[in-house]
């Protein structure tokens, strides 16, 4: 199994602001992944991070709000820009080391908006 | 229709009882996924399943692929199981999962 580094756990941004979020994998991996969850909602793909080339985006998510950096197999950033406050959600990284294991997922950050 | 319904939304039982979470699904899928996240926000795997069933201590998951069903059982639940459960499923052929919205379970003492 992978254990996940994600930090921040939480923040709490002003406006306009532009937070990016950490997940560090102690293994080299091949797939991984970011997440919102909206409060009360369940998790929505936002991307999969693609080490050595640009992230796969979901419909409804573009690079210029999200951008993501894979610098190598156990690192990635997602960044969440020009935020407001309908960006407050957790975010989630998530991994998966091949389709045939269970993904694993960092602890989220608790992003709040003012 | 979502892809993955779960049911139901919310339960609350007391400590001791016989827990039974449902998920359907209308996809072909190559695994079925259960997760398990607290209050905090952090999501644990328990099981994924591509046939029949797999117990962990106090937890069963049964899945019929041919109906397109899953189940998860929580024997002599307790306060410390309370967490929101999802389940979550691969479509075949992808590599990314699709969620149930969960089932918030409640165990008071």
């Known amino acids: 199994s992978a254990v996940i580094s994600q930090k921040p756990s939480r923040d709490i941004c002003q406006r306009g602001t532009s937070l990016t979020i950490q997940c560090q994998v102690d293994?080299?991996?091949?797939?991984m992944f970011w997440y919102r969850q909206q409060p009360g909602q369940s998790l929505t793909l936002i991307a999969t991070?693609?080490?050595?080339?640009?992230?796969?985006?979901e419909s409804g998510f573009v690079i210029d709000k999200f951008p993501i950096s894979r610098p190598n197999l156990t690192f990635s950033t997602l960044t969440v820009s020009n935020m407001s406050p309908e960006d407050s959600s957790i975010y989630l990284c998530?991994?998966?080391?091949?389709?045939?294991?269970?993904?694993?997922f960092g602890d989220g950050t608790r992003l709040s908006i003012l | 229709k979502n892809e993955v319904e779960q049911s139901p939304q919310n339960l609350t039982a007391q400590e001791g009882e016989f827990i039974t979470i449902n998920c359907s699904y209308s996809v072909g899928i190559s695994a079925l996924h259960w997760l398990q996240q607290h209050p905090g926000g952090g999501i644990v795997s328990l099981f994924m399943?591509?046939?029949g069933k797999k117990k962990h201590g106090r937890l069963i998951a049964t899945i019929n692929i041919q109906e397109k069903h899953s189940s998860l059982h929580i024997t002599a639940s307790h306060p410390r199981d309370s967490a929101v459960y999802i389940c979550?499923?691969?479509?075949?052929?992808?590599?990314?999962?699709?969620f149930g919205q969960g089932t918030r379970l409640t165990i008071n003492p």
């Open positions: 399943l591509s046939s």
């Open positions: 991070a693609n080490q050595g080339s640009e992230a796969t985006y």
């Open positions: 998530s991994v998966g080391i091949d389709s045939n294991q269970p993904q694993h």
């Open positions: 293994s080299q991996v091949t797939m």
């Open positions: 979550a499923v691969r479509p075949q052929g992808a590599q990314k999962l699709v």
